[in-house]
């Protein structure tokens, strides 16, 4: 528990690595909290742009500096950021990313009302100019069900079984520390090693399954303290779109490079694709935690499906790691009825799961109670602008829900008056 006879301390922790263009944005949205009591943390993995020159500009003094003298692998990076933090709670974001500056009190109230070990809040995209279609550029969609509401505990039991059993669409709200507050004391009691905290190369995941492993006093808040941006040059992004003839000089091939050389390696490394990087991350924490293993018959059911989308090279790539790790580990069984199911599922065509269907149904019912508030208004399509735009919109109609002033309805109504384009 955090001692609440002061004020809770937050670090607010950016990597970056040459995106000098997109770091300005999201400094500037970082600054714009008014809250003496927070520090920002800049981890710049030894950029040769413009980067230095950027955080050099800034004097706030709540902002802390920190470059590596060399290139870092990005569990380097964040770890490198999370050594420097003195907050009491830690939050990662993306230099592509952005706070909602005047939604940022709301959390803190949170924070210091209920204690937990984490706190997830809902997850919004903004899509950079270039990133995706042009009707989306520049935008943010706002859904009601993920705004206005009260904060609840979540038992995380269910979302667990989940995870090790591959069912990663339903992960929502779980345990985060990249746009998501993480209490300093449970980073230590949770700690599997006297040394470096990240044990896995996606630095992120691997903290929510180790979470999710070892358990946690879980706050969800369905509402908006910031915004993930999606660029072109978005590491995340990218892995979805890597193919065998992806440059060698893209984000997620950058990502790969630099990880080969990282002295923490996963037991397992599928290459690129988001499932395989699941896969990899979470056979690496149940191996860092000890204890319960993932459902390899299910993973690997859900990675053969996932590679029907892939290109030749990857395919071959991922299937061919996976079973060599197999051989080590001797998972046949569990490969020989993965293998019947995702050729079961490859053959019917038009077979749709359960979980699909639930998921395209929700997701449909989210868009028809949403709008799209636009940075365009703004004249500013930056994630900076993204965050004023969101911030005009939801206004402090928050707080009023959470003092019972107001209902989620009319929080919601009122943000649909203020907001942008439908």
């Known amino acids: ?44 993995n030894c950029s040769q742009d413009a980067t230095p020159e950027v955080i050099g500009q800034v004097s706030d003094p709540r902002v802390v500096k920190v470059r590596a003298n060399k290139r870092l692998s990005m569990r380097e990076n964040f770890e490198n950021g999370l050594r420097h933090a003195t907050g009491d709670y830690i939050c990662f974001i993306g230099d592509d990313d952005g706070f909602v500056p005047n939604q940022f009190p709301f959390a803190r109230r949170l924070l210091e009302q209920t204690s937990p070990d984490t706190m997830a809040y809902s997850f919004l995209r903004y899509a950079w100019p270039g990133a995706g279609s042009k009707s989306k550029e520049g935008t943010v969609r706002l859904e009601r069900r993920r705004l206005f509401r009260q904060a609840r505990k979540i038992d995380l039991e269910e979302m667990r079984d989940n995870a090790l059993s591959g069912r990663v669409n339903w992960l929502e709200g779980w345990p985060d520390i990249y746009h998501g ?24 995941v691997f903290f929510t399954y180790l979470s999710l492993l070892r358990g946690s006093n879980h706050l969800f808040v369905p509402h908006c303290f910031s915004i993930s941006g999606y660029s072109s040059s978005s590491t995340g992004g990218s892995t979805h779109q890597v193919a065998s003839s992806s440059s060698t000089d893209s984000p997620a091939h950058r990502f790969e490079q630099e990880a080969s050389v990282d002295p923490i390696q996963d037991r397992i490394n599928l290459g690129f694709g988001v499932p395989p990087g699941l896969f990899s991350t979470i056979v690496q924490a149940c191996r860092e935690a000890g204890g319960r293993q993932p459902d390899y018959a299910a993973w690997f059911s859900y990675i053969i499906r996932s590679t029907q989308e892939m290109e030749d090279l990857q395919r071959r790539t991922v299937l061919e790691r996976l079973q060599g790790f197999i051989a080590e580990e001797n998972l046949w069984a569990e490969w020989q009825q993965a293998n019947s199911t995702g050729a079961s599922i490859a053959r019917s065509l038009f077979r749709v799961s359960p979980d699909n269907l639930r998921m395209v149904v929700t997701k449909a019912l989210n868009k028809a109670h949403s709008f799209r508030v636009s940075a365009h208004r703004l004249n500013d399509l930056t994630i900076a602008g993204a965050c004023s735009a969101v911030d005009q919109a939801l206004s402090d109609s928050f707080v009023k829900v959470l003092s019972g002033e107001m209902t989620a309805s009319e929080a919601w109504n009122g943000a649909c008056r203020r907001g942008a384009t439908r």
């Open 1 to 44: 528990m955090v001692d609440l006879e002061e004020y809770v301390k937050i670090s607010l922790i950016i990597p970056t690595r040459e995106r000098a263009s997109l770091l300005q944005h999201c400094l500037k949205t970082a600054l714009a909290i008014q809250d003496d009591e927070i520090e920002i943390i800049v981890c710049d």
């Open 181 to 204: 507050f993480v209490s300093r004391a449970y980073i230590e009691r949770i700690r599997v090693s006297p040394g470096d905290f990240f044990r896995g190369r996606a630095p992120d």
